[in-house]
Every structure is written in structure tokens, then in C-alpha cells.
């Protein structure tokens, strides 16, 4: 018999539009529900602004609709349980925090989202794209699916179209962060899909698995159980392969826990990924140890660096309000 | 015809959930259910007067419910397939052709998708060359022959290795499972045949 | 065999200190460690203000040494997993933090914590001592334990201790708080020990337990699943039991992750906390939803409600910065 | 005498932990292990002249140590104790009596309990008592009447029902288990009992 997750939900096949309102509720009175559709913006868009849409599949709370807030995203579009939003949806979202001057769609680099978004932008306003592929696991870039990477993305574009006048200027800050993010993620056991009550995949009760993406898709390898301090070693050494960082130069980082993962576990990977930071000679501009984008109650984490430089870091260091990310 | 095949897929859930686990992430199966059950509601609140209307509203409604990649290319199967049926009033054998013809070009160019990919295409093309070849025969024959058809390149996913969708970074720990897509479509033209014969007893 | 629990550590006996240094990192410079003993405090604590120390065992992060920081406490002591902090660690913190207005110790209603806070206490720094009782599982008020809604206390504390000149003033308004926190717990399944790997309790695959504890003390009574609102619907009446609001009262709302329970859910519990209170005709100030005071990897969730007025309002709205809790 | 008592104690972690798993949170075993690592350490670290320095220097670790209630209550026994040990070189019959006794009323005082709510006082009152009484016979007699009286104290908690600590919110829950910190008072008089004998023979 297949084991199934113990979970309190009402009816599992409405937990998408409960889980909306409960979330609109927790913005307490900054962001709105769209109507009819599961989307949401926020209430207080300035005229003349460029619009920032993030969105994808539900389960990964507080991703992506957690991000929605002063130098944030302006509103999300929600897809059900792992499985990209639908166009109407999107195209609803794009029409509520339009403001004339164009929407950046940015979100994770998965064949279902790109379908839906795409159809969505095809219906006239000005939409311009860029695709979170932070997961160094996956091969060639093209090929790289986004992980929690993508939260440091959209801090940055949140920051940027608070900021800059045109599209053309937000998409090329982002773009600017999206090529210096990486990440890597690690998974003990899976996560549910609350329909059905099972787990996405099954590992065994001492095997880890390094990589793997954020919906159970296969990593690069499986192994024994190590320690943390083993394990952060070897995801920075796929890091760092990828995006050498030379002595002196600055990064944000990003201990994102896949749900189920203890605060406890965060910190001291933290600590070991700081060690290895400082042993090549690389800056910390600012850690951030958090289940911000998870996998429902997946037991795992991630590591995300993003490489900053003056300009990014003018809009890192943006206060932002969100649900899941609030900084001052 | 349609209210068979949404009733019959609605009742794959479970297999298709598991073809999806398999390779990919867990959903198809739902989706798939989610969207059917849309179908049907779709048409129990509608009356179409012709096929194309009825295939556009029911890709619509697969586009709108489904939600992930196989909400876009099923509904789009379904819509661009009636790009030549303007007229056709029921499905018999030209219609049968010309819908999955029009539908494959329709998903090949949305997905930018080739056949070999390891995705319902694989499918999909067979079937619509069985029914292109099948056009004269009359329709449980031509059915009966897009069905083998989709069912063995469904087959054949098995020896492929996934490059797009979720599947794509398992490489070679896709081989041996058929495409969750795929299997889906063989299922489809089966639940439509198997109402054409039931019908036809 | 005793199932154990699945997770990344490096030496389980070392997890308190090396999870601290971790922490420390993650404050990003506002905190510092201190020499030698399990304890932290801010970097900039004024001359001349009351000192807010709040501890307890560890094992529940980001409680309590999660919420250090402006406009809240000044420092935290740290016992093992689940252990009261010794008086060493707790008098060392209150050494770091004091400026000679004295310091109000704040943290739960435990056996443990009392002896070692009370034995810090006697060591000549002019110390108060307010306990957090807010699970209305335990029957009367002296016998109640600190759960969650400690952090709505810890919120109001550090607000008061950041304004107000005395230390009187500071118990006076942190006493009001403390009688208005009402909370109430339901587990689904138990956090394990790092030391021991073993969960704390065992509940049956359908079974969840209302008003169990933190540590998995015993609750009111176990139950089948039910769903998300037939469960918040009796744990409302517990509270609303204990505390009875009037129509046009106000609350402040906190819904709490203990671990493994997912957003996802969490909202889903909001949506319906907020409901009742919206038929109970009373007014809901703001609602945070998130995992503040966690057992390990234990699922389940507790609800507390702060009911506030003017006063207790001005100290919940001020800013706050820290690593478990955020707002501006 | 210690260095075998701190062996024992680390020995029992499991046994402690199944305790407290049953009526507290599960850390007594690990608390005790570690408290007696502590003094251990503190041990092997100095020389003790007397033996009051000795239990203090105990208790102090104990209290350092552990953390949570029993840190306090055990390391104020083995501190309390020493009130009346001034100038005792060893730990004989007088001495025993005099350290249990003095502990009993120390850990009274600080943990405001009383016998009957289900902690280690209700196994070391009736060791205390026993030891008084024994204060004229030889040590290992006097150890062995203080052992049994304490584990009849330890067994007689699972009929209580706990008042304080962790246990108390239990209620009747707490009924059929003896509380861990009487278990813990037990072991530790019967170490030392143990050592008495093996060092005796
Ligand atoms: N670009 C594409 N072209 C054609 N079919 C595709 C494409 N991407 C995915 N598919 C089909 O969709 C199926 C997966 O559907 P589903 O599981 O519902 O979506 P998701 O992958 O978003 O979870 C695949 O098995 C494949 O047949
Ligand atoms: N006030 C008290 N007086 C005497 N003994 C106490 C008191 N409180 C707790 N204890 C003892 O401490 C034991 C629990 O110790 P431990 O599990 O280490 O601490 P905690 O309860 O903090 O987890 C109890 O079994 C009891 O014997
Ligand atoms: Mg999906
Ligand atoms: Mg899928
Ligand atoms: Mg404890
Ligand atoms: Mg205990």
C-alpha cells in the first residue's frame, strides 16, 4: 500500500482557492484576490509603473505568491498543485497591474509555465519574459530548471521596477541577476500532492539525493546520509564550478528549506556555507536562512548565491513587505 | 461521444498519476481529470450545433483547467484540430483525419516539439498518419487503426530519452517508462473507439 | 525498532553551539554571540534602556532566539534541545544586555526554565520575571504553558522595553499583553531529538492530539482527522471559551507552523480562524501566518489571539527586525 | 567512587530517556549523560582535597550542565548535601546520611515541591530517612538501605499523579510510570552502592 502524507486540509481539491484567501487575509489589506480567477495583485500599483508578474504552480508556499509587496512582484498568477497556472489566469493578473508601461513575466523555466505565460503575452499588452534557470544540477543553462534562486531574483526585480522607468531597464537589471544567481538543492524525503494524499518520489531511509529539482525530478546523484558540513562542501564545489568567484568579490545568500527541514539544519548549513565562503576569500553581503520556497513538506534544502556588485546591491538592499520575505 | 471519453479518462486518473510519478511529477493524471471534468461540464451546459464547436470548446476548456504543459497541448489538440472540420456535423473518417493532422501541426508548433522527444507527439503522429491512411474506411476501422497506432509510439516512448518537460534532466533514468503524454493520448483515441463500437453493436 | 527521524546534522551533540553560530550569521552583524556560553544579544542596545532577555530550550526555532532585534529582545539564552539554559548561560546574557534599568526575563511557564532562570536571578542585577501562559489546554492559568503566543508577548515586550523608561512601566504593559494571549495547539505528529534521533511522542496514522504541548506534553484529548475547519471551529471554542470577546473587539492573530506543517495548510487554517472571528463580530488588526516557534520537525499548528486596545496596539504596530519575525 | 557513579549514569541514557519519553519530553537521559560527562571532566581536571569540595564541585557541573529542571535539582542535592560535610575526608555512613539529608532539604526549598507530586523527591526522602537511620552501620549497609528505599520511593511514583515539571499537565495520563528523576535517584544511589561492594570485596 502507497503511504500517504497526514495532512489537515478541507477538501483536498479546493486547497488552491482556500489557501488564496487565507494567504490574501495574511497581506492584511496590501495585496487583493482576483476575481474568478486564482491570481492576486497589489492594491496600492502606482500609475506609470512597470508591472512585475510572478507566478507558477501552488505547493511551493510562500512561493511565488509570497512575493508580492512593496518592491516586490505587483501581483501572481497560481497554478494548482505543481502544474503552471493557466493562460486566462495569467492574462487576468498581467490586465490588473498593467499600468501602461509594460509587464516583466518572470518565473522558473518549466515546459508548462513557458506554454501558459506564452499564451497569455500573446493577447497584446507589452510583456517581456526571462526565465529563472538557477539550478546548476540540470546541465547546460537552457536546460536549468529555477529553484529558490528565483526569490533573489524577484527581490531584485521588484527592487528595479520600483525603480526604473522603462521595461526595457527592469529586464536588463534582472537579466543582470539572473546570470549570477546559482543554486543547488539537496532532498532527504519527498513531499505530497495534497489530491492524491502521495508522495512525489521515494528515496530510502539513508539515502540523500543531491540536485534534485524542486517537483522530485532527479538530481545528479544519490548517496548515504553525511553530514552537513560533507554535504554543503560538495553543493558549493557544483557552485562554484559554475560561477568561480574570485577573492574579494561580494555575494547574497540564499539557505532556502524544501519544508519540512528544521530551522535548526538551516542555520547550520548556514554556517558551514559561510565558512567556505570565507575560506575563498568571498564577501557575504547579506545571508538569508528561510523556507521561502519549498515543496510542500519535502525534507531538504537549497543553497543560492547571487554575485553582487554595486547595482545589484542597490536593489538588494531595498526594504521589501511580502508575505514570505519582509526587510528593512 | 465526448461525454465517454471525459468519464473514461476522468477514470485513468490513478494510471496516469503513476506514469507521471514515473518521470515526471505526479500530476498528470489530476490534471487530466480536472480537465475532462471541465469538458463535461462544458458541454452538459452547452449545446453545439457543429464538431468544431465542440472540439474548440473542449480544448478551451482543457486549457483553462488543466493548468501545467499538458493543459496548453491537449487543449491544443483539440482546438487547432478543427481548423479544416468547419462544417462537419459528426465525426466520421475525414474528420477523424483532418483532426488529428490539424491537431498534431497545431502541438508540434506550440511545443516546439519533434518526434523522438519523448513526449505525446510520439503518439500523436503515428495516430494521425493511421487516420490520414484510414480516411476511407469507415470510422470504427479508422479508429481502431489511429488507437494501434498510438498505442505503439506511446510503446515506443519507452526507449526514449526524455528532452522535454520535467523528464528532460532524468536522461537516461527516463528509459524504460512510457511518457505520461503519451499514454494519455493512446487513451483518448481508445475511449473513442471503444464508444464507436460500443455504439455500433 | 524505534523509527528515527531523518536529518542533516553534523555531531547531534554539537547542534546548539554550531546552530548558533549559524544564527549569529543569519542577524547579518545586528547581534553578536557570546564568549563561552550559549547566548546572544544585540550590538546596540542603548545606554540607559530596560533589557528584555527572553530563552528556553532550543529546538523550537526561530523561537526564542530568533527574535532578538530592534524592538524586541535584547538577548537570549540557549538550553539544549528541549532543556531549560543553566543559570551561567542565563546570567552571562543578562550581563551583556544590562544598562542599568534593569531586565525583564520573559519566556514560558516550565519547571526547568524557572529553577535556572530564578537561580540567575539571584545574582544582584535588579531582574523581573514574567512567565508566558498561554495554552489554554492546561486548566487553570498557573499551570499553563508558554506556547506560541509567547511571540506575540516577546513583540508587545520589546516595543515597551524600547519606549518606555522603567522597568515597572515595561512588566506593567508586557502584563497586560500576557493576560490577553490565548493559545491552542494540535499535533499531528511528533519532532524527533537530534541527540537521540527518537520522537518525542507516537500518534497513530489518523490520529491528531488538540492542546498538545510543545514537547509533546499531553493535550485535551486525541481524535480521527478532521478537516481543517471542523478543527479550527473546536480550537476557536477553547479559546473563545477561555478569553469570550465581545463584538467590536480586537485582535491581534497568529497561526503557527510547528515545524512540517506546510504554508499551504497554515492558510488554510487562517481563512478559517479569520471567519470565525468575522462571525463573532470582532475585528481582526493584523494576522501573521508562519512557523515562529516550531518542535523540531513535529507537524501540526496552534492559533493564539492577542486581543489588544490603544496601548497594546502602539507596541504591536512599532517595527520590528529579526531573524525569525520582520515587519515595518 | 564518582568516576564510577558519572560511567554508570552515562551507561543508563537510554533506560532515562525511555522515562521521560513516557511522561516529560524524552531529554532526561541525554541530560543526566551529559551532567555526569560534566563532572566527569571536573573530575579528572583537579584535585579535591575534601569531600565537600568534591559534591560541589558535582553539583556545580550538574547545574552547568544539564539544563533544564534536573540540572538544578540534582546539582542542588549534590551541592546542598555538603552543608554538614566540613572536614570529611571520605564518604562514610555519617557522612552519607548527612549529604542526603541536607540535599533533601536544599532541593525542597529550591523546587517547592513536596513528597507526593511524583519527582526524585519521592525517592530520596525515604533514602534520606534510610540513611539516617543506617548513620551507625557500615557504609556499604548503609548504602544498600538507602538503594531500596529509593527505588521503593521510585516505584511507589508510578501510582502517583504528577504535580510538577513537564508531567503535570498529564494528569492521570501520568499514572503506571514512574517519573524519571526518581529513576535517576535510584541509579545513582545504586551506583554507588555497586562500587561500595565491588571496592569491598
Ligand atoms: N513541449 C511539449 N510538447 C508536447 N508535449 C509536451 C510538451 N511538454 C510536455 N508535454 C507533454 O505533457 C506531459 C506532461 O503533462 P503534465 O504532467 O500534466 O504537466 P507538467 O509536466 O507541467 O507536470 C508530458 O508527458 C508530455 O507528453
Ligand atoms: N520542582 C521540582 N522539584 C524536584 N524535582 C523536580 C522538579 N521539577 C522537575 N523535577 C525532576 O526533574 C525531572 C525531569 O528532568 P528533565 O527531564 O531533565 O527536565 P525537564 O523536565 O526540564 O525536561 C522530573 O522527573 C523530576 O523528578
Ligand atoms: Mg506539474
Ligand atoms: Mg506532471
Ligand atoms: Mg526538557
Ligand atoms: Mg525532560
Given at each position: 500500500m502507497v503511504r500517504k502524507a497526514k495532512k489537515i486540509f478541507n477538501d483536498p481539491r479546493n486547497v488552491v482557492p482556500e489557501m488564496l484567501d487565507g494567504l490574501v487575509a495574511a497581506y492584511n489589506g496590501r495585496v487583493k484576490k482576483l476575481d474568478g480567477v486564482n491570481a492576486m495583485a497589489r492594491v496600492d500599483i502606482p500609475a506609470g509603473k512597470v508591472a512585475l508578474l510572478i507566478g507558477g504552480g501552488?505547493?511551493?508556499?510562500?512561493a511565488y505568491h509570497g512575493f508580492v509587496g512593496d518592491n516586490m512582484a505587483d501581483g501572481a498568477a497560481l497554478g494548482n498543485v505543481f502544474a503552471a497556472p493557466t493562460p486566462d489566469i495569467i492574462l487576468e493578473a498581467t490586465r490588473a497591474i498593467h499600468r501602461g508601461k509594460g509587464v516583466l513575466y518572470l518565473y522558473g523555466n518549466y515546459a508548462g509555465d513557458i506554454l501558459n505565460f506564452d499564451m497569455a503575452a500573446e493577447e497584446g499588452i507589452e510583456v517581456r519574459t526571462l526565465l529563472v534557470r538557477?539550478?546548476?544540477?540540470?546541465?547546460?543553462v537552457e536546460n536549468r530548471r529555477g529553484i529558490a534562486g528565483a526569490m533573489l531574483a524577484v527581490k531584485i526585480a521588484g527592487g528595479a521596477a520600483a525603480t526604473l522607468d522603462t521595461l526595457d531597464d527592469v529586464v536588463r537589471v534582472t537579466s543582470r541577476a539572473l546570470e549570477n544567481i546559482r543554486s543547488i538543492s539537496v532532498a532527504l524525503y519527498a513531499g505530497s500532492i495534497?489530491?492524491?494524499?502521495?508522495?512525489?518520489f521515494e528515496l530510502a531511509d539513508d539515502e540523500i539525493e543531491i540536485?534534485?529539482?524542486?517537483?522530485g525530478e532527479a538530481g545528479v546523484w544519490r548517496e548515504k546520509m553525511v553530514s552537513t558540513d560533507t554535504l554543503v562542501d560538495r553543493m558549493m564545489e557544483f557552485i562554484l564550478r559554475d560561477m568561480p568567484l574570485q577573492r574579494g568579490e561580494e555575494v547574497c545568500v540564499l539557505i532556502n528549506g524544501?519544508?519540512?527541514?528544521t530551522a535548526m539544519e538551516l542555520l547550520i548549513a548556514n554556517r558551514r556555507v559561510l565558512q567556505v565562503l570565507a575560506e575563498n576569500g568571498v564577501t557575504v553581503h547579506e545571508c538569508v536562512v528561510g523556507s521561502?520556497?519549498?515543496?510542500?513538506?519535502m525534507a531538504g534544502f537549497s543553497i543560492s548565491l547571487m554575485r553582487v556588485d554595486d547595482e545589484l546591491k542597490r536593489y538588494y538592499d531595498m526594504p521589501i513587505r511580502s508575505f514570505g520575505w519582509t526587510k528593512w | 461521444m465526448l461525454l465517454y471519453l471525459c468519464e473514461q479518462m476522468i477514470g485513468h486518473t490513478d494510471t496516469l498519476t503513476q506514469a507521471d510519478k514515473?518521470?515526471?511529477?505526479?500530476?498528470h493524471g489530476i490534471g487530466m481529470a480536472r480537465g475532462f471534468e471541465a469538458v463535461r461540464l462544458k458541454l452538459e451546459g452547452g449545446s453545439f450545433a457543429a464538431l468544431d464547436e465542440l472540439f474548440k470548446a473542449a480544448g478551451m476548456a482543457l486549457i483553462t483547467s488543466?493548468?501545467?504543459?499538458s493543459g496548453i497541448i491537449f487543449g491544443t489538440w483539440f482546438r487547432g484540430g478543427?481548423?479544416?472540420?468547419?462544417?462537419?456535423a459528426t465525426l466520421d473518417s475525414p474528420a477523424l483525419s483532418a483532426w488529428l493532422v490539424d491537431g498534431l501541426a497545431a502541438v508540434k508548433e506550440r511545443g516546439k516539439t519533434k518526434p523522438?522527444?519523448?513526449?505525446?507527439v510520439d503518439a500523436l503522429e503515428p495516430a494521425a498518419a493511421a487516420a490520414e491512411q484510414a480516411a476511407a474506411a469507415p470510422l470504427d476501422e479508422a479508429l481502431a487503426a489511429a488507437t494501434e497506432a498510438a498505442r505503439l509510439g506511446m510503446e515506443a516512448t519507452k526507449d526514449m530519452v526524455a528532452?522535454?518537460?520535467?523528464?528532460?534532466?532524468l536522461g537516461e533514468r527516463s528509459l524504460g517508462h512510457p511518457d505520461p503524454g503519451a499514454v494519455s493520448t493512446y487513451l483518448i483515441l481508445r475511449s473513442l473507439w471503444e464508444y464507436t463500437e460500443k455504439s455500433g453493436e
Open positions: 501552488s505547493g511551493h508556499e510562500p538557477d539550478d546548476v544540477a540540470c546541465g547546460p495534497p489530491e492524491t494524499g502521495e508522495f512525489t540536485g534534485m529539482g524542486v517537483h524544501a519544508g519540512s527541514t521561502l520556497f519549498t515543496t510542500q513538506e | 514515473a518521470i515526471g511529477d505526479g500530476d488543466v493548468g501545467g504543459a478543427t481548423k479544416n472540420l468547419a462544417g462537419a523522438g522527444d519523448k513526449t505525446m528532452s522535454m518537460g520535467r523528464a528532460k534532466t
